[in-house]
């Protein structure tokens, strides 16, 4: 079973370009996280997903980031313009959480991206 | 905000021998989590123990939750080299718009070297 699939795994941009994040969830799974982890910050929530509709995007920095997820099978983080302080590791997590039950169920994570901004 | 928040931040120690990792928190909670992250990994889930519960075993791991004290601990027993990563307690956090407690918030972790 391929786990949560992310891409690019290494990003080097420069100040000012437009930079975009995918995510492949697990298959069959209704929820879908985008988090960033710096060392200065740790892991921080950015957005997240149920069903494909955005529940809570109170994380995400600022309106240079926005994230989609057209369908159940993806989903794109993008950061517009890119700014030095974005560099860090972004991960994708992946979850089930079955209808109408609010509990909180172990999330699985991709690899990760890590974006380096000069 | 930090909610979960690991002790201590580093802990090296030899084969063989037990870890204890700590996780204090603020709020109220209904679930708390372990993860492990390996160098340059994403996280993986190791337990988790709802508030309902005060200890909760898998293999070589065992999880206590006092939430009196709002506190968590992880034991690794007979640790081994390959057990060296980082180690993160995350708690759900209410989310009044959404009617969700689904979010987590993680700590910063605790970094565990394992030496052969």
């Known amino acids: 079973d391929a786990g949560v699939i992310q891409s690019p795994r290494h990003e080097v941009t420069e100040m000012g370009q437009e930079v975009t994040l995918r995510c492949k969830p697990i298959?069959?799974?209704?929820?879908l996280f985008w988090y960033r982890q710096t060392m200065m910050r740790g892991l921080e929530l950015l957005i997240y997903?149920?069903?494909?509709?955005?529940?809570?995007d109170s994380g995400m920095p600022e309106d240079r980031f926005s994230a989609k997820m057209p369908n159940a099978s993806f989903s794109t983080l993008k950061i517009q313009p890119s700014e030095p302080r974005d560099s860090a590791v972004y991960f994708c997590?992946?979850?089930?959480?079955?209808?109408?039950?609010?509990?909180?169920?172990?999330?699985?994570f991709g690899p990760g991206t890590r974006l380096t901004v000069t | 905000s930090q909610q979960g928040e690991e002790d201590p931040q580093a802990l090296s120690i030899q084969e063989g021998e037990n870890a204890t990792m700590n996780c204090s928190y603020k709020?109220?909670?209904?679930?708390l989590q372990w993860y492990r992250q390996n160098s340059g990994r994403g996280l993986v889930h190791l337990i988790l123990?709802?508030?309902?519960?005060r200890e909760k075993h898998s293999g070589r791991l065992r999880v206590t939750l006092d939430t009196s004290k709002k506190s968590s601990s992880l034991l690794i027993t007979a640790s081994r080299a390959a057990d060296t990563a980082s180690y993160f307690c995350?708690?759900?956090?209410?989310?009044?718009?959404?009617?969700?407690?689904?979010?987590?918030?993680f700590g910063k972790g605790t970094l565990l070297t394992v030496n052969p």
């Open positions: 298959s069959g799974h209704n929820s």
């Open positions: 709020t109220s909670i209904n679930n």
């Open positions: 997590a992946s979850s089930f959480r079955a209808g109408g039950h609010a509990d909180s169920y172990e999330q699985y």
């Open positions: 997903f149920n069903n494909n509709v955005p529940i809570d």
């Open positions: 995350a708690t759900d956090e209410w989310m009044k718009r959404s009617g969700s407690n689904y979010k987590l918030t």
């Open positions: 123990i709802r508030s309902n519960e």
